[in-house]
T-cell receptor
């Protein structure tokens, strides 16, 4: 299974863009990159996923490098409510299902 | 519609006791997952159901842990002879169960404390 590497923690000023990096150098061609976040005492919340093209939704943008060895999650205008642990996950696909392998994630603190 | 729900939200038990944790997935979702999360760590996969059957139980730590999903909807995670090391947040997730980009939606978790 491909593994991911993320910084342990990051700070971001409220209203600024938060750019969260993730390295997944061993990713294979048919594996997707998913991002989830977990606000204190809640279950993980889905943010976005992608294969090789950049993706954008109402929550965030996902930029994947051309070689797919790394990606960046962008929160364009961070708010205090975006303070959470952000998980970058490479999705293992098997014939009978797919579990997520979570690392320790990046603890993002949005500061006023 | 309603999201994934889990009951109880908190469970305190004594070492050696038996506990059951319940998960109600999103209506219509055929895939259901259980994860366990210890303090300061990411969730750890336990077991995956597709319909009524456990398609992958490779994450269950030992034979004290067992899960069922008899009608393909609600699932129960059962832990026998609980140990202090079983203390964690137990998370349930569900997904539609098909497609390569099948997204999992998580419940709020059950916090289990074994004294």
């Amino acid at each position: 299974d491909a593994k991911t590497t993320q910084p342990t923690s990051m700070d971001c000023a409220e209203g600024r863009a938060a750019n969260l990096p993730c390295n997944h150098s061993t990713i294979s061609g048919n594996e997707y990159v998913y991002w989830y976040r977990q606000i204190h005492s809640q279950g993980p919340q889905y943010i976005i996923h992608g294969l090789k093209n950049n993706e954008t939704n109402e929550m965030a943008s996902l930029i994947i490098t051309e070689d797919r060895k790394s990606s960046t999650l962008i929160l364009p205008h961070a708010t205090l409510r975006d303070t959470a642990v952000y998980y970058c996950i490479v999705r293992v696909v098997r014939n009978y299902g797919q579990n997520f392998v979570f690392g320790p994630g990046t603890r993002l603190s949005v500061l006023p | 519609g309603a999201g994934v729900s889990q009951t109880p939200s908190n469970k305190v038990t004594e070492k050696g006791k038996y506990v059951e944790l319940r998960c109600d997935p999103i209506s219509g979702h055929t895939a259901l997952y259980w994860y366990r999360q210890s303090l300061g760590q990411g969730p750890e996969f336990l077991i995956y159901f597709q319909g009524t059957g456990a398609a992958d139980d490779s994450g269950l730590p030992n034979d004290r842990f067992f899960a069922v999903r008899p009608e393909g909807s609600v699932s129960t995670l059962k832990i026998q002879r609980t140990e202090r090391g079983d203390s964690a947040v137990y998370l349930c997730a569900s997904s539609s169960g098909y497609g390569r980009t099948d997204t999992q939606y998580f419940g709020p978790g059950t916090r289990l404390t074994v004294l």
